[in-house]
């Protein structure tokens, strides 16, 4: 077997165990790589009222669909609120954090066993707009409407000229 794909299996492997809620990354050539930094930016205020909007958003979408609707889920609204307050500090739409973390990093950062999460952002408009770019565009409806996500969350924050960021996390608890 050549070296490359020894190696590749091995890596392959040690993303896999990865899955596993605090795993760290053995990695083939003996070296322990610890996962992104899973620090959160500071919360910032939220509007329960723009959370509950953008799930009912997220439903409405999805039983237009005939998806199963999510459940609510506070570990995950966490995840949201806490990127949708960083992407407003930085004035930028990007699904990873400034510290360079990801959704998975961010759900297991506040206790979410991360066995299958995605996320979804946006700024500007309102909830509904939102939702409905997202269904707009190939990738990230299939992330909305698919059927392994159970739970969803929702955060908000204003940034800088009053402009609205949005973060989604759809989840599934590994239940």
Same mark, same amino acid.
């Given at each position: 077997?050549?070296?490359? *794909?020894?190696?590749?299996?091995? #890596? ?11 795993? &760290? %990354? /053995?990695?083939?050539? !003996? ?6 930094? =899973? ?5 910032? $205020? ?5 959370? $509950? =909007?953008?799930?009912? $958003? @997220?439903?409405?979408? *999805? =039983?237009? /669909?005939?998806?199963?609707? %999510?459940?609510s889920a506070p570990l995950?609204? =966490? ?16 699904? &990873? ?10 759900? *297991?950062?506040?206790?979410?066993? #991360? ?8 700024? +500007? ?7 409905? !770019?997202?269904?707009?565009?190939? #990738?990230?409806?299939? &992330?909305?409407? +698919?059927?392994?996500?159970?739970? @969803? +969350? ?7 000229? +009053? ?6 996390? %759809?989840?599934?608890?590994? #239940?």
């Open positions: 077997m050549s070296t490359f *794909r020894i190696l590749s299996t091995a #890596a392959a492997l040690a993303a896999l165990a990865a899955c596993q809620q605090g795993a &760290e %990354l /053995e990695m083939p050539w !003996g070296r322990t790589a610890a996962p992104a930094e =899973q620090s959160l930016a500071a919360q910032c $205020a939220s509007d329960p009222t723009i959370s $509950a =909007q953008l799930d009912s $958003a @997220v439903n409405a979408a *999805r =039983q237009a /669909e005939g998806k199963t609707l %999510l459940d995950l609204a =966490q995840a949201a609120q806490s990127h949708a307050c960083d992407m407003a500090q930085r004035g930028r739409l990007d699904v &990873e954090g400034s510290n360079g973390s990801s959704v998975v990093d961010r759900a *297991r950062a506040v206790g979410y066993p #991360a066995c299958g999460v995605v996320q979804l952002v946006s700024r +500007g408009g309102g909830p509904a707009q939102a939702v409905s !770019g997202w269904l707009g565009t190939e #990738a990230q409806r299939t &992330e909305l409407l +698919g059927q392994t996500s159970r739970q @969803v +969350g929702s955060g908000s924050a204003q940034g800088a000229g +009053g402009m609205t960021y949005y973060s989604v996390v %759809l989840g599934d608890n590994c #239940a």
